[in-house]
């Protein structure tokens, strides 16, 4: 059999292996090796990746790599060409539904896997979902925008106002919920700012994504999609709020308000926490569980208030011990219009940056204070590095998220960089980006490895 066409990828020993063996890409086989047999498809190669290894996507679902040198044989069950792009479908429609849009910007929910380069990218339309999820047809009628297709951390000013117009768009075609596909990494950042550019909305508004591509068994995706799309249609939560996994297992996905919450996680599916504040409501499948009354209702109106100011020349500085004052005179020179500050303990920095800050604040720059920590508040009369720092002219934030207090300076900036404005607008809450309270039983650390932790946790599994 003449395979040199059909081992796309492999090079070297590994491409040597698969033609010994008499096998291409795609085919079904049992590989023996010294360590054990494994049973599955022979995936293309990733074209940046070593020739030692042979990939193969298991029958359970996972992709693993077998070391060339431990390969005995391999036994060709079968052969199929794969296709891993899923065909949009037409959705159904049926008037006793709620109508639903969801707005494709791209992200993990709506990718696949690039087997020539080994990579996730941005591939599936918001139409190819429904392909995916056929589900969502039980919830309501869906209708997808494609708004553009980037991971989100090439989301940026102009995707914002394209997003804020798209969602004013169709609240006022009469929509009764919006969703938004979106890259997990920046979708607080892009959940703050929404809430800054729509306001008053009548009707939900809710950001998903998955932390898991849609071709690995443990995938969110689906789950995540289902309970973003039930919050849109039937939810009484009328705000900008991102909807994903609550728990690691696949039991209920939180609803947390866009002000307030963070990727605090790289990897697990129940990365997003509410900070300073507690989640919005639980979503399951077939119920809603609020957790608080404190939210803007859903309404009939069909009223949206949209303010795409944005000014782009905002930077957030965490500071660090030993922070050279070079790092403000570069923000200086670059004629930046604000600076968050990232502080330590209840707002501090260093006394080496008070020169240059005070001549960034004489020079028309806003500069704001936010706490490191996540958790707590800027509390900068208590020792004097806080107080110099107020005397400057720093703005304290209360308990403002750092990437919040970003989107918002951002945001400001776009309509006046006179101080007292900035600092009145900075320091009035728009949709809880500020607290007058932390929950008691809100932060809770559950450091791993001491013996009354293992006891708790235990007790809630049995």
């Known amino acids: 059999m003449n395979t040199s066409d059909t081992l796309k990828g492999y090079k070297g020993s590994a491409k040597a292996k698969l033609k010994e063996m008499g096998v291409r890409v795609w ?3 049992v590989v023996r090796t010294a360590k054990g047999e494994f049973k599955g498809v022979i995936l293309p190669r990733s074209e940046t990746e070593d020739d030692r290894h042979v990939v193969l996507k298991l029958h ?31 959705f159904p429609q049926d008037a006793a539904k709620p109508n639903v849009t969801l707005l494709g910007t791209g992200g993990t929910i709506a990718s696949r896997l690039d087997y020539r380069t080994g990579a996730v990218i941005p591939a599936f339309t918001p139409g190819e979902l429904y ?9 309501c009628n869906l209708k997808t925008i494609k ?34 596909g979106h890259g997990t990494d920046t979708m607080h950042h892009t959940s703050a700012i929404l809430s800054f550019m729509v306001q008053n909305s009548p009707v939900p508004i809710v950001l998903v994504g998955s932390q898991r ?14 309970n973003a799309v039930r919050s849109a249609a039937y939810g009484d939560i009328a705000e900008v709020v991102v909807c994903m996994f609550g728990p690691t297992s696949d039991e209920y996905d939180l609803l947390h308000r866009g002000t307030r919450v963070r990727k605090m996680h790289s990897s697990y599916r129940s990365t ?3 900070i300073g504040d507690i989640p919005l409501a639980m979503v399951y499948p077939d119920r809603f569980t609020y957790l608080t009354s404190d939210y803007n209702m859903r309404r009939k109106d069909r009223l949206v208030q949209v303010d795409t100011a944005f000014e782009e020349k905002v930077a957030i500085v965490y500071y660090y011990p030993n922070m050279q004052p070079d790092i403000i005179e570069s923000l200086i020179d670059h004629q930046y219009k604000g600076i968050v500050i990232a502080g330590t303990g209840l707002g501090h920095v260093n006394k080496p940056l008070y020169k240059p800050l005070k001549k960034a604040i004489d020079s028309g720059i806003s500069v704001v204070m936010t706490v490191q920590t996540l958790w707590g508040y800027v509390q900068m009369y208590v020792y004097d590095t806080g107080r110099d720092l107020l005397d400057i002219g720093v703005i304290p934030l209360e308990n403002m998220l750092p990437e919040t207090a970003y989107m918002k300076l951002c945001w400001v900036l776009g309509h006046t960089t006179e101080h007292e404005k900035v600092r009145e607008m900075m320091l009035t809450p728009i949709n809880h980006e500020t607290t007058e309270r932390e929950p008691h039983n809100g932060y809770l650390i559950l450091q791993g490895g001491i013996p009354e932790v293992d006891t708790f946790v235990s007790s809630l599994r049995k």
């Open 60 to 90: 359970s679902g996972y992709n693993v790599g077998v070391r060339v040198d431990t390969i005995q044989s391999i036994e060709e069950l079968g052969y199929k060409e794969a296709h891993y792009k899923i065909p949009e479908r037409d």
């Open 213 to 226: 591509s849609s071709d690995r068994p443990s995938s969110d995706a689906a789950l995540n999609l289902i």
């Open 147 to 180: 708004l553009y297709g980037v991971f989100s951390e090439n989301m940026g000013p102009e995707q914002y106002v394209a997003t804020a117009r798209a969602i004013e768009k169709e609240i006022e075609a009469g929509v009764d919920g919006i969703v938004i």
């Open 27 to 29: 085919s079904d086989v």
């Open 131 to 139: 392909g995916a999820v056929p589900e969502l047809a039980d919830i």
């Open 272 to 274: 997003f926490r509410t």
